[in-house]
């Protein structure tokens, strides 16, 4: 069966320090990778999407930046955090089903606090 | 772009009551998920909906995919007190990406 894990857990970060969130997928190949995150714990905010090594596609202008360097290794960073950064991130996975039905499974989630 | 409304945000309801939430989109869907998320958790699938007009249910749970394409909802019988807290619908048209509602919110009072 597939799992996703992500770390860590919590992080507390003073503004201006780097970051870097892992996703990691297990038991599936070449899945669609997927980073939200989630405000006040309401409402979902895509960030970033990947259907490959290498690829990424952003949804929102932002101070972050997402890398794919392995098929089931997915990295959200950022050189600056802000204020703003802070934030619940979910990670999620797919593969896309029969008429392209993606149905997208998601990860524990970071809770990240910019101090 | 692909817009979702749900409704209610929020509900407030006494335990063994029954619950109905739904989603309606703005274009045509092809897929209707339903997830629920615990406080500090990531969201967990419940059911996914693939064809028009499908009546799924798991366990209390029971979700439809509305025949115009444009609506879901979902229902919980006999509610109990770990039925707490986000229900998100997520909708798909065609090659489009997940589009996801803005939760409903649910509290039980037991």
């Known amino acids: 069966s597939q799992t996703i894990h992500q770390w860590p857990a919590t992080l507390v970060q003073p503004v201006g320090s780097p970051l870097s969130l892992e996703c990691t997928v297990e038991?599936?190949?070449?899945?669609?990778l997927y980073w939200y995150r989630q405000a006040a714990g309401r409402g979902l905010q895509l960030l970033f999407y990947?259907?490959?090594?290498?690829?990424i596609s952003s949804e929102v202008p932002q101070n972050l930046s997402a890398s794919r360097p392995q098929d089931r290794q997915f990295i959200l960073s950022s050189k600056k955090l802000l204020l703003s950064d802070s934030g619940f991130y979910l990670c999620?996975?797919?593969?896309?089903?029969?008429?392209?039905?993606?149905?997208?499974?998601f990860g524990p989630g970071t809770r990240l606090t910019v101090l | 772009g692909q817009q979702l409304n749900q409704s209610p945000q929020s509900m407030f309801i006494q335990e063994g009551e029954d619950v109905s939430m739904n989603c309606t989109s703005s274009s045509i869907f092809n897929t209707w998920l339903w997830y629920k998320q615990d406080p500090g958790e990531g969201p967990v699938l419940l059911i996914a909906?693939?064809?028009?007009?499908e009546l799924t249910s798991n366990g209390r749970l029971t979700a439809q995919f509305g025949i115009t394409r444009k609506d879901s909802f979902l229902n919980i019988s006999a509610s109990i007190p770990s039925d707490v807290g986000i229900y998100f619908c997520?909708?798909?048209?065609?090659?489009?990406?997940?589009?996801f509602g803005q939760g409903t919110r649910l509290t039980i009072n037991p």
């Open positions: 997520a909708g798909q048209g065609g090659a489009q990406k997940l589009v």
């Open positions: 990947s259907v490959g090594i290498g690829q």
């Open positions: 909906l693939y064809k028009a007009g």
């Open positions: 038991g599936t190949s070449n899945p669609n």
């Open positions: 999620a996975w797919s593969v896309l089903g029969l008429a392209g039905a993606d149905t997208q499974y």
